[in-house]
Each structure stands twice: as structure tokens, then as C-alpha cells.
């Protein structure tokens, strides 16, 4: 399956653009107009809300670029975006930015080794006692295992058992965020996570885990210099 990505790279001497707060400039840019698809949204076709992990455009980025992604490759949805995005961000950087449309192929496959991966800004909401009393290596592995079994079984991918996997997170960096939402502040906080961790799978595309993946929050990278994620 392919995905399609919007990449705008940051110019020289300019701060990226964080992704939830694209999002919000997006919005602010469409000002009520109908030229964002309402999954933009984080809504479907019907007004009703998406569950998580269903968002079909998100806006995404690391710490070099900020962009637009259709998780299956929803041309449709993707191209509408594709403008108001580049306007946007040249008005915010004060020149035009590189920018270029990306085909990612969306997939995974077991691998012989174990491969190391980054996990950037994932939010996890913690409303139970239950779900507070895990340790923050439990959450993500729950999280990851949740993500990689829906979409296997959304797309058809062939995914080992989970204990095939053998995942192992090696390093964890947690704190608090308040929860925005459209009416403003909530007295809600999820827990923000930055960790590094491992597994005999090979992912290939744009993956995320957790809560807030629509804000761009918790992509999934290799750990190493280079290629998309740089």
C-alpha cells in the first residue's frame, strides 16, 4: 500500500514548525471554508469523531520538516491539503520552502535482527487507575502491539506473533502535556513520551502509536542518520 507525504523542509535559520501547531495554522488558514477534507479533523464524512488511528490526514514532522500525510494513499483528501500547506508555511518561514510529494510504501516484514527504532512525542492518555499503575515500557509496548495487530489486520499484513517480536524498550523520556482541545484547554494531561526501542520487524512507511496521532504525535523512526526522517 502506498502513502503519500507532503514534505516541507525548514529553511536555513528558521525553527521547524512543531506538527500539532501546523495543524492549528492549517485550521486557522481555512478559517470555516470546506477546503480541508473534515478528516483533517479527526471527523468523518458523517460528522462523527474518528477513533484513533483512523485519522487518514494528519499533519507529521521531525525536526527538520513539517508536512501533510494520507495514510493510504487518499489522493482526494491529499491533494486539497497539498496548497493551503505550502502557503502556510512560506507566510510563517517569510520565503518559500522546499517542499516535494512523497510515495512511501506502507508496510512491514520480519526481520532476522533485532532493528532499533526512535518513538517521538507519543501521547498516551491514562484515565484508569489500571492503565496508571503500568510502567511507562509497559505502555508502549501495549500501544505498539495494538497498532501493529489493527493494522495487520486492516491491510492484510503478515505480522508474526507477538511474541516473535521479542520488544524491548531501552530508553524512555516521559512528561506531562495538557490536553488542547477545539474549545481550548482541557484539565485533562496526557503523558508525552520520547523512547528508543527494538524488535524483529521491519517497518516500511509512516508508523505511529498512541493517542493524538492526527497532531502528529507519536512517530516511529529508525535509528539512524538519514533517509525520510532526518
Known amino acids: 500500500m502506498t502513502q503519500l507525504l ?3 523542509n525548514t529553511p536555513p535559520g528558521c525553527q521547524t514548525i512543531y506538527r500539532d501547531k501546523f495543524r492549528e495554522m492549517l485550521a486557522k488558514a481555512a478559517d470555516g471554508r470546506a477546503i480541508l477534507p473534515p478528516q483533517f479533523f479527526h471527523y468523518g464524512e458523517d460528522g462523527k469523531p474518528l477513533s484513533t488511528g483512523e485519522a487518514e490526514i494528519r499533519t507529521i514532522g521531525s525536526k527538520n520538516w513539517v508536512g501533510v500525510l494520507s495514510k493510504t494513499g487518499n489522493a482526494e483528501l491529499f491533494d486539497p491539503c497539498v496548497g493551503i500547506a505550502t502557503r502556510v508555511a512560506a507566510n510563517h518561514y517569510g520565503s518559500p520552502a522546499k517542499m516535494e510529494v512523497m510515495e512511501l510504501e506502507y508496510g512491514l516484514e520480519a526481520a532476522a535482527m533485532p532493528v532499533f527504532y526512535n518513538l517521538s512525542r507519543a501521547a498516551f492518555k491514562r484515565r484508569s487507575a489500571k492503565r496508571r499503575a ?3 515500557e509497559e505502555i508502549i509496548k501495549e500501544y505498539l502491539l495494538r497498532q501493529l495487530n489493527d493494522e ?3 491491510f492484510g499484513f503478515d505480522l508474526p506473533p507477538d ?3 521479542k520488544i524491548q524498550v531501552h530508553h524512555t523520556k516521559e512528561m506531562g502535556m495538557r490536553l488542547n482541545l477545539n474549545t481550548g484547554l482541557s484539565n485533562e494531561y496526557v503523558s508525552l513520551v520520547d523512547a528508543n526501542f527494538s524488535m524483529y520487524l521491519e517497518l516500511h512507511g509512516m508508523w505511529q502509536i498512541g493517542n ?3 497532531r502528529g ?11 525520510v526522517w532526518s
Open 6 to 8: 507532503l514534505r516541507i
Open 134 to 136: 503500568l510502567s511507562t
Open 152 to 154: 495487520a489486520e486492516r
Open 163 to 165: 511474541s516473535a517480536l
Open 212 to 214: 493524538l496521532q492526527a
Open 217 to 227: 504525535h507519536g512517530l516511529i523512526y529508525r535509528a539512524k542518520p538519514g533517509g
